[in-house]
């Protein structure tokens, strides 16, 4: 009776211990899986956070390298702006320079035409009063015009010299001593005296003569000493001659070298003052 009552209980006590045994297997294996899962995920996360790692590594250096190109542009910046200050000073400088260059420049120009403007008014009324002085000859023997600044008083051999002569008649004495008084006056006014000729040789033994130079030096010197005997210092005054090479008609007619044959009185107004402003250019 014992041993019919034992052997199920003992049967229930098995049967417990093979369901407990099941069910811990179970777990034991959900627990296998879930760790599995876990590993797996671990893994992802540790190639992630490796990636990122990385990621992180390229972004540090890339802001790093963009950190050193944001000084290095902030140099070059500060570098070219110094250099840009520095040739603005200079051109400034250049420019103020310039400046007052050419308004000193421009202050000679002014200066420079109010002289050559005076020059000109000196000019035009010593022509008039030498026209005024000179009124009593004809006007195929003597001329007065005004040429680049210069007062030209012509005289004609006819009025002045006899053939080959260098003596001056009393006629060309009276028209010299007249311009002699009213070159007394123009103290700024230099005299320089040109002898012409014809192309017509100088007769052969014509006493102190050679050719046509002599001829021309030789009038020149004698109506410059009939100016300074007058009372024009004889500083002012330059004879030349300029024999047969500077004609007023190249032709070879009588009338041309009539027209040849002439005495140019040149009246030039000193230019000290322009002069003195050229040589501070």
Known sequence: MKKKLFTPIMLAFLSVG????????????????????????????SRQKAELEAERGRLQADRDRLTQEKSDLAKEKASTEASL?????????????LSSDLQAREARLAEMQRILEEKDRAVNNLRQVVSNALLGFKASDLTI??????????????????????????QGQEALKKLA????????????????????PVARGTAGMTDNWDLSVLRATEITRILTDAGV???????????????VDGST????????????IILTPKLDELFQILEQN
Do not use: I, M, W
């Open 233 to 247: 210092a004889p500083q002012r005054v330059t004879p030349s001659g300029r024999s047969k090479y500077v004609p």
């Open 85 to 97: 200050r520095t040739n603005l000073n200079t051109k400034n400088q250049q420019v103020d320079k």
């Open 145 to 170: 015009d005004v040429r680049n600044g210069k007062v030209y008083v012509s005289l004609s051999n006819q009025l002045l010299f006899k053939s080959g002569s260098t003596k001056v008649d009393a």
């Open 18 to 45: 093979a369901l407990s045994s099941c069910v811990s297997t179970k777990k034991y294996e959900a627990a296998l899986a879930e760790n599995k899962s876990l590993v797996v995920l671990q893994d992802e996360l």
């Open 181 to 200: 008084a009213v070159l007394q006056n123009q103290q700024e006014v230099n005299v320089l005296v040109e002898g012409h000729t014809d192309d017509v």
């Open 253 to 264: 007619t009588a009338e041309a070298r009539q027209k040849n044959r002439r005495t140019e």
